[in-house]
């Protein structure tokens, strides 16, 4: 899992410099979910709000 967190990290950051903002919103749907997650426990302060969708939310 830790590529995947690396890639999240590194699209994050990107995100912040293009838009020029210091928290940005996150969607995140099917296979992007747990990194998402991951992402948001990690370091919750960068984010606005967070939005994820899929079937693996259900129990």
């Known amino acids: 899992m830790a590529e995947p967190i690396a890639v999240g ?3 994050r950051a990107y995100l912040r410099e ?10 995140a749907h099917s296979g992007g979910m747990v990194p ?5 426990q ?3 302060e960068l984010f606005r709000r967070t939005k994820v969708s899929g ?4 129990a």
Do not use: N
């Open 18 to 27: 293009r838009f020029r903002r210091d928290r940005i919103y996150l969607l």
């Open 9 to 11: 990290d590194a699209a």
């Open 36 to 40: 998402s997650v991951l992402a948001v």
């Open 55 to 58: 079937d693996r939310l259900r």
């Open 42 to 44: 990690r370091h919750p």
